[in-house]
């Protein structure tokens, strides 16, 4: 078995200054985990994984399609192999994720979790699978104490409307340390193109609020009273997933006709569905305004493009893509109408496409107000960006048009207990770009003002714009 010698204390750190910079301001700072997609269940009942197959690679779509890639059969990816099974493919398909983010976020995650030094492929499969599982097994390897090796402080679930919160109320009479805060993420309120799963999802808010939604100002009442409930619970932040920004003209009789008509599964146009969701996320925007909530948009993703596995294993396994849409003129739009009537909050835009970077970053900067610092966030590199090319462009363009210094720093956006060296991974790229810089002399060699822009990227930052 080869040793991982090139996950070193300096890995990723190229400079004198980089180094001075990573251990001494940016390694020590806590975690603020905004956004993920962990289990609040998992958490409040302090889960104890039996393997490593199922903390570290069920569920993660990143390695299913490394492992497709690689020729690996669905049998042992979503199939019915055995939970070893699969994670010897897995380790299989590792050396030839070469240059891929995978191959540092494995040996990272091997090595800061379990203090495994070795490259992980078929030799050292079942080795590393039978010492990761033992300790998995263990007490001080459960979901809480993962959470505190890792020094995180807050995470950020991401929840529908319709959720009872139910474990996040277990979290708060535990008095867990770490703050586990529920994300309110009402995409599904905006699918009126679905149809039956629309009219489904509404009889299930219907349920949570106990009285009949039959128009449109009853959707917002009941959304308004959800939202007032997740503000009871903690939740300060929203989340929205969309193909685009949506910011139509629209009349409230013309919203109020369309949802009635999707309520009766009747035919809608496109020109329909993109007034309603105007409609539904501006009145979203308004809510998490008057409560003084951070709001986030994740735009840009085409999800489930494989018709056949989309039928054969369902939603969310891996066949999302990079969309191609224009996207400047509503997001204009969406956020101008927003700001003509005080409306908008901090808000933080993600992109996905790399060729939007620029202008994501520079439509932020129009609504910022001069009186929140960092009010109009560019965010962190999302998804298929989230690389170390993808981080690197993402501070650049970042700084170019807006202040990196009031950045509130990365997410792991991760469904995995074992995805918090993402922050390692992000912090030692921001002090290599800044530590390059210094040695050229484009910045100044003074580590007191440099460094304290990294321990406020890191943490402080994030810490100060939410309202937590």
């Known amino acids: 078995m080869s040793e991982n010698i090139f996950i070193t204390d300096n890995f990723l750190l190229h400079s004198e200054a980089a180094r001075t910079l990573y251990h001494d301001f940016a390694k020590a700072q806590p975690i603020f985990d905004y956004h993920c997609h962990l289990s609040p269940k998992d958490i409040a009942e302090d889960r104890q994984f039996e393997n490593l197959y199922q903390i570290w690679i069920d569920g993660d779509h990143y390695k299913y399609r490394a492992m497709r890639a690689?020729?690996?059969?669905?049998?042992?990816?979503?199939?019915?192999?055995?939970?070893?099974?699969?994670?010897?493919?897995?380790?299989?398909?590792?050396?030839?994720?070469?240059?891929?983010?995978?191959?540092?976020?494995?040996?990272?995650?091997?090595?800061?979790?379990?203090?495994?030094?070795?490259?992980?492929?078929?030799?050292?499969?079942?080795?590393?699978?039978?010492?990761?599982?033992?300790?998995?097994?263990?007490?001080?390897?459960?979901?809480?104490?993962?959470?505190?090796k890792m020094n995180v402080k807050v995470v950020g679930t991401t929840d529908d409307p319709t959720d009872d919160l139910e474990y996040h109320k277990q979290l708060q009479e535990q008095n867990f340390e770490i703050a586990v805060l529920p994300?309110?993420?009402?995409?599904?309120?905006?699918?009126?193109?679905?149809?039956?799963?629309?009219?489904?999802?509404?009889?299930?808010?219907?349920?949570?609020?106990?009285?009949?939604?039959?128009?449109?100002?009853?959707?917002?009442?009941?959304?308004?009273?959800?939202?007032?409930?997740?503000?009871?619970?903690?939740?300060?932040?929203?989340?929205?997933?969309?193909?685009?920004?949506?910011?139509?003209?629209?009349?409230?009789?013309?919203?109020?006709?369309?949802?009635?008509?999707?309520?009766?599964?009747?035919?809608?146009?496109?020109?329909?569905?993109?007034?309603?969701?105007?409609?539904?996320?501006?009145?979203?925007?308004?809510?998490n305004k008057k409560k003084s909530w951070a709001q986030q948009f994740h735009v840009g993703a085409i999800r489930n493009n494989n018709a056949k596995m989309l039928h054969d294993i369902g939603p969310d396994q891996g066949y999302d893509s990079i969309g191609d849409l224009n996207m400047a003129d509503t997001m204009s739009k969406f956020f101008g109408r927003l700001s003509q009537c005080d409306g908008l909050t901090n808000t933080i835009v993600y992109n996905l496409n790399p060729r939007d970077s620029e202008m994501?970053?520079?439509?932020?900067?129009?609504?910022n107000d001069g009186v929140v610092a960092g009010k109009m966030q560019y965010g962190a590199a999302w998804w298929f960006l989230d690389q170390k090319d993808g981080m690197e462009k993402q501070l650049n363009v970042l700084s170019n048009f807006g202040l990196l210094s009031r950045f509130v720093g990365m997410v792991t956006d991760s469904r995995s207990f074992l995805s918090f060296p993402r922050h390692e991974y992000f912090r030692r790229i921001l002090c290599n770009v800044l530590g390059e810089e210094i040695q050229k002399g484009e910045l100044p060699n003074d580590m007191k003002l440099i460094g304290n822009m990294v321990e406020a990227i890191c943490y402080k930052n994030a810490k100060n714009y939410f309202t937590i």
């Open 70 to 148: 690689n020729g690996v059969n669905e049998k042992f990816i979503t199939g019915d192999a055995s939970d070893y099974e699969k994670f010897f493919k897995w380790a299989e398909t590792v050396p030839y994720t070469l240059r891929n983010p995978l191959y540092h976020w494995t040996h990272l995650e091997l090595k800061n979790y379990f203090g495994i030094t070795t490259l992980l492929n078929s030799d050292s499969a079942e080795s590393i699978y039978n010492q990761c599982s033992e300790l998995l097994r263990k007490p001080e390897y459960s979901v809480k104490n993962l959470l505190r």
């Open 360 to 367: 994501f970053a520079s439509m932020a900067n129009n609504f």
């Open 183 to 287: 994300s309110f993420r009402p995409d599904k309120s905006t699918e009126i193109e679905k149809g039956e799963q629309f009219v489904l999802w509404i009889q299930k808010l219907e349920k949570s609020v106990n009285f009949p939604i039959y128009d449109f100002s009853a959707l917002i009442k009941a959304l308004k009273e959800r939202h007032d409930f997740f503000h009871e619970m903690g939740c300060r932040i929203s989340d929205h997933g969309h193909v685009n920004f949506y910011g139509e003209d629209y009349t409230d009789s013309e919203v109020a006709a369309i949802f009635e008509k999707g309520l009766k599964g009747e035919a809608i146009s496109v020109l329909e569905i993109n007034k309603y969701k105007s409609a539904v996320l501006f009145e979203l925007a308004l809510m």
